[in-house]
Structure formats: structure tokens, C-alpha cells
């Protein structure tokens, strides 16, 4: 009463590959998972809604209208309208 794997033993090979497949998809899923759950903090808007680097930006925009105006190199039609189109 020997069992063997001549009639079948191929399908072996095949589901234990696709096993092994499977276990590495499932660890990538998880480490994408943990990747995406650590840094959702680092990305996106803040509480203010806007994220830091952005911040700067729209300060040092406003610095640079200002001391423009403050120069007379603008009047106050465009100061205000550059003020509105830049959503300071």
C-alpha cells in the first residue's frame, strides 16, 4: 500500500509556489499598510491647511507684496488684486 506521487505530484510544485507567492504578497500588503499608517501625519494639509513648507511660502510671499508696496512699485488696485489671485 505505497502511496505515491506519480499520478498527481506536479500539482505540488504548482500550489506550493503559489503559496509562496501569496505569503509574499501578504507581507508586502502589511508593510505597505504600516508604511502608509506611519506617515499619513507627513503628508497632506495640516490643521491649518496648509502644510508647513507651504506656510513659509505664502509668509514670504506676503513679505516680498508688502515690501513692494511699501517701495511704491505697486499701487493699491494691484496690490490688493495680486493679494486676492495669490489667496493671501
Known amino acids: ?3 505515491s506521487y506519480a499520478g498527481g ?5 504548482v500550489f506550493g509556489g503559489l503559496m509562496m507567492v501569496a505569503v509574499v504578497v501578504l507581507i508586502g500588503a502589511v508593510g505597505w499598510a504600516v508604511i502608509a499608517a506611519t506617515n499619513r501625519g507627513n503628508r ?3 490643521a ?5 513648507a507651504e506656510d513659509g511660502g505664502r509668509t514670504r510671499t506676503r513679505q516680498v507684496l508688502d515690501e ?3 517701495r511704491g512699485e505697486m499701487n493699491s488696485a494691484e496690490y490688493t488684486e495680486r493679494l486676492h489671485t ?3
Open 1 to 3: 500500500m505505497g502511496y
Open 68 to 70: 513692494r508696496y511699501a
Open 9 to 13: 505530484g506536479g500539482w505540488m510544485w
Open 44 to 46: 497632506g494639509p495640516t
Open 48 to 52: 491649518a491647511g496648509a502644510s508647513p
Open 86 to 88: 495669490l489667496g493671501l
